[in-house]
């Protein structure tokens, strides 16, 4: 199976590169920010429970995530998954492992993308304009960075440990940094 983790920064583009990596790999895709939104956009009790989490931009309790995450892995019909904002944090990436081993399977690799914080904030902010996402505000970008900073930059070097971590260029041209992505994939799996 071809499992990747998509790694960067709020703003890096994550969501932008993983529509094209899930139609050439033909991959499930999960992005936990996403399926949080969503339990907020529908009012579930979780919704409630974690909307002045993500608002503060803060990172939501692990058991939350773990599940969503468990559900997409026990059903993927695909050739793999894509995950997008998860692992967030050491224990995350700990229990992806696990979860992985569990349905006899691993981390093909980890992509980061490496986007200068300036340009992240720029980014934010041009995406506020539009995304209507309440965490797209110059305040809560701050704490999102420093989460990002804080929590979530040592999981870079978890996989870098394990040989599974891969950095790319995430300034410049969609389609090069695309290219540049699907490239080293294309060399991880082939040194399977
Ligand atoms: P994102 O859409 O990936 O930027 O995530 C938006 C927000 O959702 C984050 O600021 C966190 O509050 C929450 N979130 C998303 N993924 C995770 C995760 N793996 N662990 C904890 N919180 C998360």
Redesign the pocket.
Known sequence: MINIALFGA?GAG?GTQSQMLVEKYDLSYV????M??KEIAEGTELGKRIKS??DA????S?EI?VEIIEKIIATNTRKGILF??????VA?AETLENLLKNHGTELLCMVSLDVPREELIRRMLERAKVSGRS?DNEETIKN?LH?YESKTLPVADYYKGKGLYVEINGYGDIQEISNNIMAAIDAKIAAK
Do not use: A, C, H, Y
């Open positions: 709020p994550k992005s936990t920010g996403d949080l939104r989490i993500m931009g803060e990172l939501v692990d995530v997008d904002g998860f692992p967030r944090n995350q965490d999102r989460e």
